[in-house]
């Protein structure tokens, strides 16, 4: 399958935005972790943002960059939401509140445990009535959603926002899921690959194939070893930069998604 | 944008349990006999004024050889699945055609294994709260969303693409469109799609907080309706393209529509704008007129809005004409395994030359407006349409048909 990328999000600490994160992946100044970056979801409502949970706010962020520099309406893009646990922190807030004798359990709480959540709520702020789909292959999820987003693109010949997100879990949950650093990142997909974009060759192939492509810088490969979301750092890093590139994530262990970027 | 007409893709096997019974003849049967399995809420100390549609003796054994860090509800209802109806033997004939690598599995569910952390949560710490070793070990074999997925990839020794989509009460009726998509660009020869999702505290006080359980048996389009009974179930169906099985008779997915409401978290759009977008996307995609759908398995819920709304939206693009039923009075709302629920009794209308009716609808709501069946009725069928739409305003229509 062939794409282009027509839009890029990203949000984690020191990788504030794609303007930033651009210059530090494609090594034009260095990375440093700083302290955690606080979401605009600005798309939303006011009354929906007051209340929306933190997974909604770093995805919608990532979203919305990346569709604006898409330059696409919104309402004519399909999206993908990848995450490997989704709401953690809604989930928390649920299963403290079912331990005790009351259980008393809001209704905004139980709608936002779903795991299409942030894909529910930017859908309620673009009102987009395309397909969209939220997903997890645990530690691969987002290379499970990089492969059905494009397979979507290509198969559907309608544009893609693929969105991957994944947040520390609140105490104790997150001894359960030991994701020590918050990353969101978005990319837009479409299956016209012409002069001026990036594009990219997405293949599905076996393990035997070749090694998973690692971060060079040791925090950066930190990153992208720590959170699920993290894993298309490489990717990122490849779209950052000039000429073409490959790049290996894995899949479930005996499979390998194998990109060919030009940037 | 009109979609193009798909190639059929063959239900090739398939599978299903729900509180009505193991296997696709126990839950046909107790279709034709309107034998609801919906029974007074009875699960763990749930103290909540609601029936439910629980699948029998899932507390009486656990997984093992190899499985053990899997077992939880979710699971077990999902091996469960997996044993009925020669499912195995038809998976292990696909290894035999295909290779392990070139068989796909996606799965759907709606809250996974959180019953699990439900229970975890009880048993924190006094003094730390924290949570227990032995559960957070198996918390990504249980809870995480994928852990559907990687139990039935390990258990039936795949090693193709896998994926758990997850978007609600819709989850396991996307997974045949995703299906679809992998087969016609060729990520796999054939797919295990299915769905499971099983009861927990979760969603039986969410949908009480939402005032969305019904006191009684659900009446799905009844003027008197009040609400929803909750349900569980497994389903499975193994996926290969009509291009390589051609087989006259065989059953098929013949198209798919998905959108969104862009509207609300947990209230249908009220036209109904996203559900006839996904219906006429899969009628387009299965080259149908509407008139040539022989019944239409609603997802009505028994909810006031939701079938309501249904209704405008059948309506609109069908008229008054197509026969349309709601089989929740049977199996309740089995949330993020509806999907493949309702396909694969779809699939037993095809084979059998059945209709369902609307079990528990006593009256016909004099405010819908298209042709609602109350009554069973024996007649042949060549094409189903089924609806499934959930939280988040998420909306999936599949037609299937006999080749």
């Not at chain 1, 210059?23 to 006011?46: I, N, Q, T």
């Not at chain 2, 005032?211 to 009040?226: A, F, I, K, V």
């Not at chain 2, 039923?325 to 396909?343: D, N, Q, R, V, Y």
Request: glycine share 10%; proline share 4%.
């Amino acid at each position: 399958m062939r794409v282009a990328i027509v839009g890029v999000g990203l949000l984690s600490a020191g990788l504030e935005g794609w303007v930033k994160g651009r210059e530090v992946l494609g090594g034009m100044r260095p990375f440093y972790f700083d302290s955690l970056p606080d979401p605009d979801a600005g798309l939303l409502p006011a009354n929906e943002r007051r209340r929306s949970t933190v997974g909604v706010r770093w995805a919608l962020h990532v979203a919305q960059e990346a569709m604006a520099q898409s330059r696409l309406d919104p309402r004519d893009v399909a999206t993908v939401f990848a995450s490997s646990g989704g709401e953690m922190g809604v989930l928390d807030q649920l299963c403290r509140a079912l331990a005790t004798t009351e259980r008393i359990i809001s209704p905004t709480l139980f709608h936002q445990s779903v795991h299409n959540t942030a894909a529910g709520y930017w859908g309620i702020a673009t009102s987009c009535q395309q397909s969209s789909t939220a997903l997890s292959c645990y530690d691969d999820s987002c290379a499970a959603g990089l492969l059905e987003a494009a397979t979507y693109a290509t198969m559907e010949g309608c544009p893609v926002l693929f969105v991957s997100y994944d947040l520390p879990a609140p105490d104790p949950l997150i001894r359960a899921r030991p994701i020590q650093s918050a990353f969101a990142t978005a990319l837009v997909l479409t299956a016209s690959p012409a002069a001026g974009t990036a594009n990219a060759t997405v293949a599905l192939a076996s393990a035997d194939c070749g090694d998973v492509t690692e971060m060079s810088d040791s925090e950066l490969e930190r990153l992208r070893a720590d959170n699920p979301s993290g894993r298309l750092l490489p990717m990122l890093r490849a779209l950052a930069g000039t000429g073409t590139s490959s790049v290996c994530m894995n899949l479930l262990g005996d499979q390998r998604l194998v990109m060919e970027v030009e940037a | 944008m009109s979609p193009e007409p798909m190639t059929p893709v063959t239900l090739s096997a398939y599978t299903l349990v729900t509180a009505n019974g193991r296997g696709v003849n126990a839950v046909s049967q107790a279709l034709r006999e309107c034998r609801s399995g919906l029974t007074p809420c009875n699960f763990e100390d749930a103290l909540l004024k609601t029936y439910i549609g629980r699948v029998d003796g899932l507390e009486e054994f656990a997984l093992e050889d190899g499985l053990e860090r899997f077992d939880c509800r979710n699971n077990r209802l999902g091996w469960l699945g997996l044993q009925q109806d020669g499912f195995m033997v038809s998976v292990a004939e696909a290894k035999q055609r295909y290779g392990t690598d070139r068989i796909a599995v996606i799965m759907g569910t709606s809250t996974s294994g959180i019953l699990e952390t439900e229970h975890a949560y009880r048993n924190r710490d006094p003094h730390t709260g924290a949570l227990q070793g032995s559960f957070t070990s198996r918390y990504r074999y249980t809870h995480n969303m994928f852990s559907l997925g990687h139990f039935v990839r390990s258990y039936l020794g795949l090693r193709g693409p896998a994926l758990v989509i997850s978007t609600a009460c819709s989850s396991s009726a996307k997974v045949f469109a995703t299906a679809a998509r992998y087969l016609q660009v060729g990520l796999c020869d054939a797919a295990i799609v299915g769905g499971v999702d099983s009861l927990c505290l979760t969603t039986l006080y969410g949908f009480s907080s939402l005032q969305l359980l019904s006191s009684q048996p659900c009446r799905p389009c009844d003027e008197d309706r009040d609400g929803l009974s909750l349900g569980e179930a497994a389903g499975y169906a193994l996926l290969e393209s009509s291009q390589k099985v051609r087989r006259k008779g065989a059953i098929a997915l013949l198209g798919y529509g998905e959108s969104t409401d862009g509207y609300h978290m947990s209230h249908p759009h009220p036209e109904g704008v996203g559900a006839i977008r996904a219906m006429r996307q899969a009628l387009n995609r299965a080259g149908l007129q509407p008139a040539d759908i022989d019944y239409i398995n609603l997802h009505g819920t028994a909810t006031r809005a939701n079938d309501t709304v249904e209704d405008k939206a059948v309506h609109e693009v069908f008229g008054s004409q197509t026969a349309a039923s709601s089989t929740k009075g049977w199996t309740g709302h089995a949330l993020g395994a509806a999907g493949i629920t309702e396909a694969l009794i779809s699939a037993i209308c095809l084979t059998q030359g059945f209709v369902p009716g609307t079990l528990n609808c006593q009256r016909v709501d004099s405010a819908l407006c298209s042709h609602i069946l109350r009554e069973n009725q024996s007649r042949p069928v060549r094409r189903v349409l089924s609806n499934i739409f959930g939280f988040g305003g998420n909306n999936c229509s599949l037609v299937l048909g006999v080749l």
